[in-house]
């Protein structure tokens, strides 16, 4: 590992719905544990299911996205806001690449340059798809990408450098989508372009200039 040190948090981002509860719990705590081996960070995650329990049950009966901030001496901070339902976004292509071998892509944390600089360089866009040095797909800003390609459903390989969603690695268990090597001409030859997270799901992206 490059990097240790402790000017950034870890993240993870939650749907939480009435009656259902948080979708993928679990997925999200194992990635989070897995963040804090890697950066060698203290983590109680029991202590953090209980934290988001509780805080749950003080919750308004409409779906939320619940923000979970582990900080550098492992204090906890869990925010909610409630968000709408949608089904697409606008999303631009971004004009320089990303390191595959950013550790940074590939957990979640507050440590956000790459993402920020390619979302201020496309105002007009809600979210930015991000490609590597070796001109792969990789991910959006925030989300993971799926292409409809001649019936296919594909997804950038985790190789390429990119953060691996629990909504995506559910979608690749249950073989509803394929991990592949996607270089950036299939933007041009896919079908459909959708951006998945497990807050939103599947979003339909529409590009910025349509």
């Known amino acids: 590992m490059s990097d240790r040190k402790d000017d950034f948090s870890l993240l993870e ?19 989070l544990a897995a963040s804090a081996r890697f950066f060698d960070r203290p983590l109680d995650v029991e202590g953090v299911r209980g934290r988001l329990e509780a805080a ?5 009966p409409d779906n939320k996205k619940v923000r979970v901030e582990i900080r ?4 906890v901070v869990i925010e909610s806001e409630s968000i709408r339902v949608r089904d697409t976004i606008v999303y631009a292509m971004a004009s320089d690449p990303v390191e595959a071998s950013d550790p940074f892509l590939q957990h979640k944390t507050s ?10 360089s496309h105002p007009g866009a809600e979210d930015v798809v991000l490609w590597n040095e070796r001109h792969e797909l990789t ?8 292409l409809d390609i001649g019936g296919r459903k594909l997804t950038p390989s985790r190789g390429s ?5 629990t909504f ?20 041009e030859e896919a ?12 979003l339909r992206g529409i590009p910025v200039d349509s």
């Open 191 to 202: 079908d459909d372009v959708f951006l998945i997270n497990s807050v939103r799901l599947w």
């Open 13 to 31: 981002a939650l749907l939480w719905e009435p009656g259902a509860g948080f979708f993928l719990l679990d997925s999200h705590l194992d990635r």
């Open 161 to 165: 450098g990119l953060l691996p969603g």
């Open 139 to 146: 991910e959006t800003c925030r989300a993971n990408l799926v």
């Open 111 to 120: 440590r956000r340059v790459v993402y920020d600089r390619a979302l201020a």
């Open 168 to 187: 995506r690695d559910l979608l690749l268990e249950k073989g509803e989508i394929e991990e592949a090597v996607l270089p950036l001409e299939a933007m």
């Open 72 to 75: 550098p001496a492992g204090d």
């Open 56 to 60: 749950a049950r003080d919750f308004t």
